[in-house]
């Protein structure tokens, strides 16, 4: 995600769409009038984060459950009057009735962050900006990851497990059922801007790792992208 689509998510929490309807809405809305969303591809190989993600359970990921949210989603955006807005204006808006869309446009935000925020790349230690963050809210990086594993244990069926920044600039841990995020402000609490999630589905684990799904949340830390974290939360506080 681009840091101006962070200012936008950020403008959306702040409630300024209301103030100020104009500007990068109407730039967006013109960059993208048929809003066809499409499918992201990987920065890497399907087979690139093995042994911690098998090579299968990344193509039916990408391949099928992603592909699948971004044909529904935009089946879902016909006849609304939602065309050309970002996929954060559209969160941003999202109620309960709202059931495609709630479940399509979180299924496409949601995986496109992930595939951004894991990598092959080791790229420790975590960069300055957001390990003082980090360490001030959490204590240290390891609580942070203790607090996310535990949060993912907790997910009862289907949800996600998120670092986000909150509306006080602060760093929180949440979970959210099925395909929501903190984006979505009529429906999560807390609401804030992710920086980091992390799937807990059977379909992002089950077939390495079956039912254990404590395994998969202890092993998938080394792919976490710190760089892409931090630019993340320094995008969200801007
Ligand atoms: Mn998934």
Redesign the pocket.
Known sequence: MKKREFLKANALLAGSLVLNPFSVWAENRRARQANEFTLPPLDYDFEALEPVIDTLTMQI?HGK??AGYVNNLNKALTGTNLGGQSLEEILAQISAQDTALRNNAG?HY??SL?WKIIGPKHDRPVPKPLHKAIEAQFGSLEKLIEEMKTAGMKVFGSGWVWLALGRDQKLFVSSTPNQDNPLMRNLASPVGIPILGI?V?E??YYLKYQNRRADYLNALWPLIQWEEVNRRYKAALA
């Open positions: 990921h459950h992603h299924g949601n995986h992930f799937d589905w379909h992002a």
